[in-house]
């Protein structure tokens, strides 16, 4: 049987956008562990231009062509797996690409969406929420009454990372440019430093844990404030065991992926209105480039989402 065709950007070799290009090709067909599903939106993470230049072939090597992109948000188009019917709204990581109007995935990394969420917000969750989720809880046992430092609290992790550590009780101090001081604050952190003005080890010490997005020289600051038995996560650098272990730190590079149970409770937690997702800008799937552009420059405030759907 012959499938209709669809819109879809491929990789055909790494480099810069350029390499983006918009193609006609056929809509997948799910395999027997998989959905189809027809994609509303997407959010655009720097792991993306990460992959379309080749950064991260060491890890994950990739095929060509492939499909870039992997947070989703989209209703269910076929499926041959119980629990997931056509017509249900769903979010999460995608296993085989995101940026077509139409992915198949498996659905270890797949949740409901809440009615109360839009698909640009529950695009937003993955590679931002869910690392944070696992950064905090997973590798950091955050609890009630403990402080946390989190840098680049205004990004697309840090902004979790504050909301997510308040709600769960302890005392939030975030770093950020001055630009987005406000924006921090109304988060819920209890202290915003900003980095451009104020050097955060001067003013800030006996930290339990440390949440760091920026690394290199941020990362080596940081270890200064943490106090003895306190934890320092990075997201970007793995830190020095050796060092961990004169100072009686906690190190570690945090970056697993979340599964299925933790995208369904930060959903709950947004559609109960104790978390959000700030969406930043918003591109058609025809301008992918320029959200890849924008998306690696570092800058902005909240998920650059590309809508494919309404």
Known sequence: MTRPMMQAVRVHRYGGPEVLTLERIPVPTPASDEILIRVHAVGVLPVDWAYRQGLMQKHVP????????????GVVEESNI???????AVFGRASH?????????????IAHKPEQLSFAEAAAISGGATTAWMALFAHGGLEPGQRV????????????AVQFAKWKGAEVIGTCSTANVDYVKSLGADTVIDYKTTSFEEVVQDVDLVLDAVGGETLERSWSVLKRGGTLLSLVDVPSEKKAGELGIHARFSNELAPNEVFQAIAQLMAEGKAK??????????DLRQAHELCQTGHGRGRIIVRIAE
């Open 62 to 73: 990739l095929q060509f062509p492939f499909i870039p992109g992997s947070a989703v948000a």
């Open 82 to 88: 119980k629990g997931f019917e056509k017509g249900q």
């Open 97 to 109: 690409g995101a940026c077509a109007e139409y992915v198949t995935t498996t659905v270890k990394t």
């Open 149 to 160: 430092l989190v840098h680049a609290a205004a990004g697309g992790v840090g902004s979790f």
């Open 277 to 286: 997702a700030t969406i930043g800008k918003e591109f058609p799937l025809q």
